[in-house]
């Protein structure tokens, strides 16, 4: 998979032997939207505003996936342990959707390449 502007390109099928590594790691954001929310509480069954209560901090007016304590690091709230991968993938948010096409990996492709074994120079 390629997209415009990126000098690599992604093997999604590598998902399957990474274990989770862009799930997991240092702690950061993991950006979600209102409506993004509203997808993700009726696919959980709660109201919204539980939702942000359980799942969710808030930063000024904005929302990140809480996190975990996993390994030597944090992972995704989110993050299944047993199997390695989202729980939520179907309403995972556009951050996560669009890894690992993010603008900061255009001038760190070496950093992306120790977290993810899908991605490759074209």
């Known amino acids: 998979m390629k997209q415009d502007g990126f000098d690599y390109e ?4 590598k998902c399957d032997e990474c274990g ?3 799930c997991t790691g240092e702690s950061g954001y993991i950006w979600i939207d209102e ?3 509203d997808e ?5 069954g709660y109201k919204s505003e539980l939702v ?8 000024g007016n904005r929302y990140s996936i809480k996190e ?14 047993k199997n390695k991968n989202c729980s939520i993938y179907e309403y995972r948010p556009k951050q996560c ?7 900061h990996f255009k001038s760190n492709f070496k950093e992306l390449e120790m977290e993810c074994i899908g991605v490759k120079r074209l």
């Open 35 to 37: 409506g993004e929310i």
């Open 52 to 59: 942000k209560e359980i799942f969710l901090e808030k930063f």
């Open 97 to 103: 959707r669009s890894f690992p096409f993010w603008e």
């Open 68 to 81: 975990k304590p996993y390994q030597n690091g944090f992972a995704c709230m989110f993050f299944d342990e």
């Open 40 to 44: 993700l509480s009726r696919y959980l």
């Open 10 to 13: 992604f093997n999604p099928s």
């Open 20 to 22: 989770g590594k862009c």
